[in-house]
């Protein structure tokens, strides 16, 4: 029985085959790995936060990005899709396809139960070496809880918490606040969920 060899990729070679691919992959020191399909409540938090942040940054200096836009993290050589990221100020590009984004303020991830380790612990690890990153924002998916770890002049990072309809989290870096009833409106809770 032969075994093969794993194929390393370059960043470019990764470049190439993501921009022609229907379904996205992260990109780590040689490896594709495929984004992990959402389900309802995911899908459902996503468009509640894209409707919610484009209203609150409607003119002014800052842009959001749904979860199509990759965010390159220079130091550690992620290639990576957060749910949802915002810029302000002059947005940086990797190159003239604008499709992968140097400098995000605030970046949003949804937690669900097979990315929530990863999304607290090694994501946020190569999330926090981006030095325009201001904010980072967990929702989670199966309760109502909004974190949000905000970077402190020491290069701490400062966590508040949000877990009742009637809150509301302050995102400082954008210039805005936004209500849990906005972001988990129409979100069953689990115990709601159809099955099927």
């Known amino acids: 029985m032969s075994t093969h060899p794993k194929a390393f990729l370059t960043p470019g070679e990764y470049l190439e085959i993501e921009r022609q691919?229907?379904?996205?992959s992260e990109y780590y020191q040689g490896e594709m790995v495929a984004m992990a399909d959402a389900n309802e409540a995911h899908s459902t938090l996503a468009d509640n936060l894209?409707?919610?942040?484009?209203?609150k940054l409607r003119g002014g200096p800052c842009r959001s990005?749904?979860?199509d836009m990759r965010?390159?993290?220079?130091?550690?050589g992620l290639y990576t899709y957060p749910d949802l990221v915002v810029v302000c100020g002059e947005r940086k590009f990797l190159d003239d396809n604008r499709d992968t984004l140097?400098?995000?303020?605030?970046?949003?991830?949804i937690l669900s139960p097979t990315t929530e380790a990863y999304d607290r612990g090694k994501k946020f690890s190569h999330y926090r070496t981006l030095e325009s990153l201001q904010e980072y924002v967990l929702v989670s998916q199966d309760r109502v809880q909004v974190e949000c770890f905000k970077r402190q002049s020491a290069g701490q990072?400062?966590?508040?918490?949000?877990s009742r309809p009637?809150?509301?989290v302050c995102l400082d870096s954008v210039g805005c606040t936004l209500p849990l009833a906005d972001i988990?409106?129409?979100?069953?809770a689990p115990g709601d969920q159809a099955g099927g």
Do not use: G
């Open 184 to 188: 988990y409106e129409d979100v069953a």
């Open 102 to 109: 140097l400098n995000p303020t605030l970046i949003v991830e």
């Open 65 to 67: 990005y749904s979860r």
């Open 166 to 168: 009637d809150d509301a």
């Open 157 to 162: 990072w400062l966590l508040t918490a949000a």
């Open 50 to 55: 894209v409707v919610a942040f484009r209203l």
């Open 21 to 24: 691919a229907e379904i996205r």
């Open 71 to 76: 965010v390159q993290v220079s130091a550690t």
